[in-house]
């Protein structure tokens, strides 16, 4: 059961990371961080989320 457990546990960490974002800076419409095309990457990122500027 332990086994089982640790595999499944191992399983959900790693695929979360599979789709993770990219998120990129544009700034084409205006200076709001907080408008979704304003980034490339389908939206406005989480705190957690990699972003470039």
């Given at each position: 059961m332990k086994k089982q457990?640790?595999?499944l546990l191992i399983i959900l960490s790693t695929?979360?990371?599979l789709h993770?974002?990219?998120f990129?800076?544009?700034g084409t419409?205006?200076?709001d961080f907080n408008l979704a095309s304003n980034?490339?990457?389908?939206?406005v990122p989480f705190r957690?989320?990699?972003t470039t500027f």
């Open positions: 457990l640790f595999l695929t979360t990371h993770a974002a990219t990129t800076w544009l419409t205006s200076s980034w490339s990457g389908g939206g957690t989320q990699l």
